[in-house]
């Protein structure tokens, strides 16, 4: 049976509930910045898959450094347009040959940003209003011989880095969240004058949360300013009647607090994301891998979209460790704030950790003691199977951003 490197503290500090400040951001699946993540993520599985179809094994690849430029558009009720497009180029490295031959790995990327386009930003049209060019990279052609369809073997770290997550979530932030969360989808769905470019920041001093949105109108689907006007006041209603589902205390949403009605300057676009007009995008600047920014919780600044998912520790300690926060917090009573650190060493297994830290912040009257050992075999049993992390990846099961 493996020893690993399992350390488990109780720390006396406020949970990030009861502290007397907390601020939480999302940037919404249509933000540039996590377009970029978005496109990375899908090109990355796309290109597993692909591996995994014509070799039986994932390849070495890396699309982690996909950049977005922002193009200009006019927007107008009624509709305006796009006046120079989008620019998304895909950058990385990827083995594009193996075994002598060729694998179709330019093509396979540009369908997987043109699939992830489609379904998540649809005003975009692929082509016009955004172009999509790859510069993958020659990566090394030898086989990684540590994830393929028969077995998965525990791969050797790729460096020495870390990752971090936390449970349980707070009030401010599973409102975060899910307002982001439900605005891009069953209320887009139901009103389509809202784009995906939806961001959402929280801020609690005590016992009252203000939720600011800045959400992109389409100019399609709005013919007046008395339109845009009801369709903000409409999006404000929506949020605070999910924020107050998540708590008892007192909540305020302000929508689009930079609009100047009397100057006619207001969040309106042509394709629903401000990619549009002048908001370039990168991978890795946005959300954390837990799906929000977080400045009262320790984070990590790795990129976790597009990287390798076999060995890359950047991408797989910060979604491992915030599985492991979340199945102890589920699992073991007496937790009021989880806190879980995994470090990395090149070159070692990635199932043993250099250390896995967990710091613990007990509800009143529980000690460290009464849930310690229940807290070591979550974390041990769910570093034994590190390589479910690298499937679920793949299929699409985690979300990195």
């Known amino acids: ?117 489609r379904e998540n930003i649809p005003e975009l049209e692929f082509g016009t ?105 409409h999006v404000r209603g929506y949020v605070s009647d999910v924020a107050t589902k998540h708590t008892d205390r007192g909540v305020n949403v302000d929508v689009n607090t930079a609009d100047d009605y009397d100057e006619g300057s207001i969040y309106l676009t042509v394709t629903g994301t401000s990619a549009e007009m002048g908001d370039d995008g990168s991978v890795g600047r946005g959300n954390r891998a837990n799906g929000l920014i977080t400045p009262n919780r320790p984070m990590s600044m790795e990129a976790t979209s597009g990287k390798n998912p076999v060995n890359h520790i950047g991408k797989i300690y910060n979604l491992l460790s915030t599985d492991i926060a979340e199945a102890v917090v589920a699992d073991v009573d007496g937790i009021r704030d989880l806190q879980v650190r995994l470090l990395s060493q090149i070159g070692r297994p990635i199932d043993e950790p250099h250390v896995a830290d967990a710091k613990v912040v007990t509800d009143e009257g529980v000690e460290l003691g009464d849930i310690e050992a229940d807290v070591e075999a979550i974390i041990d049993e769910k570093l034994a199977n590190v390589t479910n992390v690298t499937r679920r990846v793949i299929d699409g099961e985690m979300s990195t951003f």
């Open 1 to 117: 049976m493996t020893e690993r490197n399992i350390k488990i503290e109780a720390v006396e500090r406020l949970a990030v509930e009861d502290q007397s400040v907390e601020i939480v951001e999302r940037k919404g699946i249509g933000h540039p910045d996590s377009i970029a993540d978005g496109i990375a993520e899908n090109v990355s599985r796309a290109l597993s898959n692909l591996y995994l179809d014509r070799v039986g094994k994932v390849l070495h690849y890396n699309t982690d450094e996909t950049q977005l430029v922002a193009g200009e558009s006019s927007p107008a009720y009624g509709g305006g347009e796009v006046i120079e497009p989008i620019y998304i180029l895909l950058v990385g490295r990827a083995t594009k040959k193996y075994d002598g031959k060729k694998l179709p790995v330019d093509a396979v990327a540009l369908k997987a940003a043109r699939d992830y386009l």
């Open 129 to 233: 209003d955004v172009i999509v060019d790859v510069k993958l990279g020659e990566g090394s052609g030898d086989l990684q011989d540590v994830f393929g369809e028969e077995t998965a073997q525990i791969p050797m770290s790729n460096d020495t880095s870390f990752g971090v997550g936390h449970a349980p979530l707070t009030e401010t932030e599973s409102i975060v969240l899910d307002v982001e969360r439900q605005l891009n989808g069953p209320y887009a769905e139901r009103h389509p004058y809202l784009g995906p470019d939806v961001k959402v920041m929280g801020k609690r001093e005590d016992d009252q949360i203000d939720i600011t949105v800045a959400a992109a109108m389409v100019d399609s689907h709005i013919d007046t300013l008395a339109e845009y006007k009801d369709a903000v006041e």
